[in-house]
T-cell receptor
């Protein structure tokens, strides 16, 4: 069974600060996905990481993937309130198979 | 980009009635459709996987007679919650997978059973 673990599950941070969310998974996979979910909404795709060493950046968010360590990180730079949301990482064991989700990290950015 | 239209966005139904949720891929062919449910402040739980023209594969603990999934075409999949009860109240999300499109999520359906 593929397990995906995120930490922390809850994160309260001040505006302007940096922080990293970690995502570990239990089996070999070269594909990792990051999503954002706002309250009452569905998932918004942030990043798709498809190879070892992949790094992608969008605005204040940067994601990376280390398939050997089975670890992905989502780094937040100079957080702003608009980043407050729940962030999920997900892994599939093969293309077209169901995504396995972490429990999510609930992020609150405060002034 | 790829779009999956999910309807309705929210529905309130009486206990014992059935509700149908529809997911339609608008600009690509969805080879596979996944159905998830999400309880408040929890992650997404996979309910079932369906391939066009085949019977759905249900996850352990999901009643296939209660959650009927139909994937009649490459662009349409439906989830019918039969004889709904308050404990079925949840947020249901579909996800379509297509070659060259990856995973695309619907906007979700908030089901409340009263």
């Amino acid at each position: 069974e593929l397990k995906v673990e995120q930490n922390p599950l809850f994160l309260s941070m001040q505006e302007g600060k940096n922080y990293t969310i970690y995502c570990n998974y239990s089996t070999t996979s070269d594909r990792l996905y990051w999503y954002r979910q706002d309250p009452g909404k569905s998932l918004e795709s942030l990043f798709v990481l498809l190879s070892n060493g992949a790094v992608k950046q969008e605005g204040r968010l940067m994601a990376s993937l280390d398939t050997k360590a089975r670890l992905s990180t989502l780094h937040i730079t100079a957080a702003v309130h608009d980043l407050s949301a729940t962030y999920f990482c997900a892994v599939d064991i093969n293309s077209g198979y169901a995504l396995n989700f972490g429990k999510g990290t609930s992020l609150l950015v405060t002034p | 980009g790829a779009v999956v239209s999910q309807h309705p966005s929210w529905v309130i139904c009486k206990s014992g009635t059935s509700v149908k949720i529809e997911c339609r891929s608008l600009d690509f062919q969805a080879t596979t459709m996944f159905w998830y449910r999400q309880f408040p402040k929890q992650s997404l739980m996979l309910m079932a996987t369906s391939n066009e023209g085949s019977k759905a594969t249900y996850e352990q603990g999901v009643e296939k007679d209660k959650f009927l999934i139909n994937h009649a075409s490459l662009t349409l999949s439906t989830l019918t919650v039969t004889s709904a009860h308050p404990e079925d109240s949840s947020f249901y999300i579909c996800s379509a997978w297509g070659y060259n499109y990856g995973y695309t999520f619907g906007s979700g359906t908030r089901l409340t059973v009263v």
